[in-house]
């Protein structure tokens, strides 16, 4: 049980474009999603959480604009990156809990490989 | 700021060797404690978490972690590593009265046959 599916797995495209990631709980209802980004040889570093149906709560320095999070409801997340560039590129990584109370486990989605050319 | 240190960042092992790794963490407050794993090419799994009580902590496929608090340590363990154990380990903390995860940088561990 608490699969968490995340789609594409690897993306390229060109600079300027805009990429979507899907972040989708296959078996249980999330209430909170989270996005996180890794770079190479560093830690998961949390991007932005999201709640269904409210906006997405943004980590200092994470440019809201440029990552636009959406969680429409309680199985969907999506990540868009906007206008994306080579600095864009990394490995993003979605998760969700079931529920406030359990906000400490979280479901890892398989993570989405992006690269800006 | 809230940190997590792991300190071995390659960890290479013969099978039925014994292994801990290192997790240090740097707020003092109440703290619940993660250890999550990633086997190559998949997602994160927990392996094993600590709210609350028992210090020493059991989790799954005999992994084991203890929270020392004058330490501010959370080191996991196994007594005997199998080459299925090659993975990717991260330590996470999170503040009791917060919803995010605070991962270290993780360690590679490569278990030869």
């Known amino acids: 049980g608490a699969v968490v599916s995340q789609h594409p797995s690897w993306v390229i495209c060109k600079s300027g474009t805009s990429v979507k990631i899907e972040c989708r709980s296959l078996d249980f209802q999330a209430t909170t999603m989270f996005w996180y980004r890794q770079f190479p040889k560093q830690s998961l570093m949390l991007m932005a959480t999201?709640?269904?149906?409210?906006?997405?709560?943004?980590e200092q320095g994470v440019e809201k604009d440029k990552f636009l999070i959406n969680h429409a409801s309680l199985t969907l997340s999506t990540l868009t990156v906007t206008s994306a560039h080579p600095e864009d590129s990394s490995f993003y990584i979605c998760s969700a809990s079931p529920s406030v109370e359990s906000l400490g486990t979280q479901h890892f989605g398989d993570g989405t490989r992006l690269s800006i050319l | 700021a809230q940190s997590v240190s792991q300190h071995n960042h390659h960890v290479i092992l013969s099978e039925a060797a014994s292994l801990e790794l290192g997790c240090n963490y740097s707020?003092?407050?109440?703290?619940?404690l993660f250890w999550y794993v990633q086997y190559p090419g998949q997602h994160l799994q927990l392996l094993l978490k600590y709210f609350s009580g028992d210090p020493l902590v059991k989790g799954i496929k005999g992994f084991e972690a203890e929270l020392i608090k004058s330490k501010f340590s959370f080191n996991l363990r196994k007594p005997s590593v199998q080459w299925s154990d090659t993975a990717e380990y991260f330590c996470?903390?999170?503040?009791?009265?917060?919803?995010?995860?605070?991962f270290g940088s993780g360690t590679r561990l490569l278990v030869r046959p």
């Open positions: 999201s709640n269904e149906g409210s906006k997405a709560t943004y």
């Open positions: 996470a903390v999170k503040r009791d009265s917060s919803y995010k995860l605070i």
């Open positions: 707020y003092g407050g109440t703290v619940n």
